[in-house]
């Protein structure tokens, strides 16, 4: 069974940065793709970025362009979001998923594997 642990969440700062981590056992990582979603309170779960299994090809939210870095370590069995230029509205519970295959979408039915989800809470 496949399970995924997320970690490095926390308080952060408006204008600083953050860098997530996304642990899984259980499964054959090298052939998952890897998103990252959030979820702020009362708003549904959104897609922030995804990593491809077979060329790492990366995925982002254009929201979030240019302040997401999405990375993978298949040695490690682990995924990372790095966050820059922190803003109060990031403020939410980030999800690591994962599918094993292709990336094939940015909606949550899109992958089969979750974590418990890691807060995010940026201070003004």
């Known amino acids: 069974q496949v399970r995924l642990v997320e970690s490095g969440g926390g308080l952060g700062q408006a204008g600083g940065a953050l860098r997530l981590s996304c642990a899984a056992s259980?499964?054959?990582?090298?052939?998952?793709?890897m998103p990252w979603f959030r979820q702020a309170p009362a708003q549904d779960r959104g897609f922030e970025a995804a990593i491809n299994w077979s060329d790492n090809l990366p995925y982002y939210t254009d929201s979030m362009l240019g302040r997401l870095t999405i990375s993978r370590d298949n040695t490690k069995k682990k995924v990372y979001l790095h966050m820059a230029s922190l803003k109060p509205e990031d403020t939410a519970v980030y999800y690591c998923?994962?599918?094993?295959?292709?990336?094939?979408?940015?909606?949550?039915?899109?992958?089969?594997?979750w974590g418990q989800g890691t807060q995010v809470t940026v201070s003004s």
């Open positions: 998923a994962g599918r094993n295959g292709l990336y094939t979408g940015r909606y949550p039915f899109d992958y089969t594997y």
């Open positions: 259980g499964g054959t990582f090298s052939t998952y793709t």
